[in-house]
């Protein structure tokens, strides 16, 4: 850990006697801009397609994860029969005519590998299963059914007398919740061997089990998406210089704290404090995810005003922003540096959050180095791939579940495969139209994975080393940035202290 003090000397970069520190530089490509960027927002689509694309997307690599689990031992289904003549209590929802016309898929996986006790496994639409003991493979999305989850039904609703809704921070009851798999047919209820509180909605996920006599679907196996492939045929796994990727979160300009650890933060990057030249140099770019600003800077009281009354007003956020350009300035006038918005920027709320508009930072603009970028947020940097987001997707898993650790919550959006599998269920995001790409599925899986505005500083090192999964902290909070080598995604904390003179 590198500790940054501010009674340490701090000079103008390097003495007379040194020479001129050059800043190592790499190559950089903004990889999802096609599916991140919203060029336009059409007010009259549904949410359906994004769920259809996504297990669309999905649901191959739910498919060979079953392959290598159970065997490759692959049975025509014109030999496989799933009619009864039993009647099934089922608990679902849907069907209707797309019900009764589906049948089993083309493919169904025999128990010829481990975890299937030597039993036949059909793979099946949710429609096509039956009550009669045998065992099925589904894939589907989850839907969990929380009654304490927000509704502004209940809350307008006269049966239940405009009760006012109070303010929780877990929507999660362990007695009451149910979770539902559902795909383009319909949907059934879970139940077995199933961790119900340790899931969220929207994930694709594959099951194996058979129908019970309750309508239920009785699960013995949970499969998660294969992860996508890692191209590491152009990384250099073995370089000879040291290159920094520089992660900052949570600012939160406009708060109660010391503002002299701003100007620290700045005399880090630039280089002029003396101790830290060696790694300052070394820093090809910097990465700021989101809350740049407080939510004290909302004065959400002038929204409930006539626009007559709020005329002479001052934004709250004026000051803070102006603070925040001339620290962006300082940063881009040295090194490269991308802008994610967070929850509290002004930005619209919907994900994927569209960069921050260039005329607020009239000062960092004048730099090429300054980008503002989406969230989430994918690139590249010397072929190594990072994508990452800036928290809001870690808080709203630990809201409707009970993964309360960030860095098990982000590894879970890992192991299925999508950034914000909440979107749009309880984390709001624009609408997808039939032709795009949900832009929250991993396509590549990257090197560095990581989520800004976590309480403390986490990492770990998965995929034999070749992966990184980071929780950025709070520096509003922590006093600490996080630096990632990529020359062996070595992570070095640096906190900056301030101490009494």
């Not at 799933?82 to 009647?87: D, G, I, P, R, W």
């Amino acid at each position: 850990m590198v500790v940054m003090k501010s009674d340490e000397s701090v000079d103008d970069g390097a003495t007379e006697g040194e020479g001129v520190l050059l800043r190592r530089t790499a190559n950089y490509e903004f990889k999802g801009k096609h599916k991140l960027m919203v060029k336009t927002y059409q007010h009259n689509l549904q949410y359906v397609h994004l769920y259809t694309t996504r297990l669309n997307i999905l649901k191959p690599r739910v498919l060979r994860a079953m392959q290598e689990k159970i065997g490759d031992n692959l049975l025509d289904s014109s030999t496989v029969s799933v009619s009864s003549n039993k009647s099934s209590p089922r608990k679902d929802v849907g069907g209707g005519a797309a019900a009764a016309a589906a049948s089993p898929s083309k493919l169904s996986m025999g128990g010829s590998g481990s975890g299937t006790g030597g039993q036949a496994v059909t793979l099946v639409s949710i429609s096509a299963i039956r009550p009669d003991q045998r065992r099925y493979a589904v894939v589907g999305t989850v839907q969990k059914r929380q009654h304490l989850k927000p509704s502004i039904l209940k809350e307008v609703s006269e049966e239940h007398n405009l009760e006012p809704v109070l303010p929780r921070d877990n929507f999660v009851d362990e007695h009451c919740d149910q979770m539902f798999i559902e795909d383009n047919t319909q949907s059934l209820a879970l139940t077995g061997n199933i961790k119900t509180h340790y899931l969220c909605n929207g994930m694709v996920i594959g099951a194996i089990g058979r129908e019970n006599s309750e309508g239920e679907f009785h699960v013995d196996q949970v499969f998660y998406p294969q992860w996508a492939e890692q191209d590491l045929s152009a990384v250099d796994l073995n370089p000879k210089e040291d290159s920094y990727l520089m992660f900052v979160s949570g600012l939160n300009i406009g708060a109660d704290y010391e503002p002299v650890t701003l100007d620290m933060l700045a005399a880090f990057v630039s280089g002029d404090c003396g101790p830290s030249q060696s790694i300052a140099k070394n820093i090809v770019r910097v990465i700021v995810c989101g809350n740049s600003l407080s939510s004290n800077c909302v004065d959400k009281s002038l929204h409930s005003q006539a626009r007559y009354l709020s005329k002479k007003s001052t934004v709250g956020s004026v000051l803070p922003l102006q603070t925040l350009d001339s620290l962006l300035q300082q940063m881009a006038a040295s090194c490269d540096l991308d802008l994610m918005p967070g929850e509290n920027d002004p930005c619209t709320a919907f994900l994927p959050q569209q960069p921050l508009h260039r005329c607020m930072f009239p000062k960092s603009r004048m730099f090429s180095s300054f980008n503002t970028v989406t969230n989430p947020y994918h690139f590249s940097v010397d072929t190594s791939e990072v994508v990452g987001c800036s928290g809001q997707n870690l808080k709203d898993i630990a809201r409707y579940s009970k993964v309360s650790d960030e860095l098990a919550a982000l590894e879970m959006t890992l192991n299925c495969q999508v950034t914000c599998p909440t979107a749009p269920d309880t984390l709001p995001c624009y609408p997808l139209g039939k032709n795009r790409d949900d832009p929250f599925v991993i396509e590549r899986q990257p090197r560095v994975y990581f989520a800004g505005n976590c309480s403390s500083m986490q990492y770990k090192h998965t995929c034999e080393g070749n992966q990184l999964l980071l929780c950025v902290p709070s520096f509003s909070e922590t006093k600490q940035i996080v630096l990632v080598n990529l020359k062996d995604l070595k992570v070095t904390p640096v906190c900056f202290g301030v101490s009494l003179i």
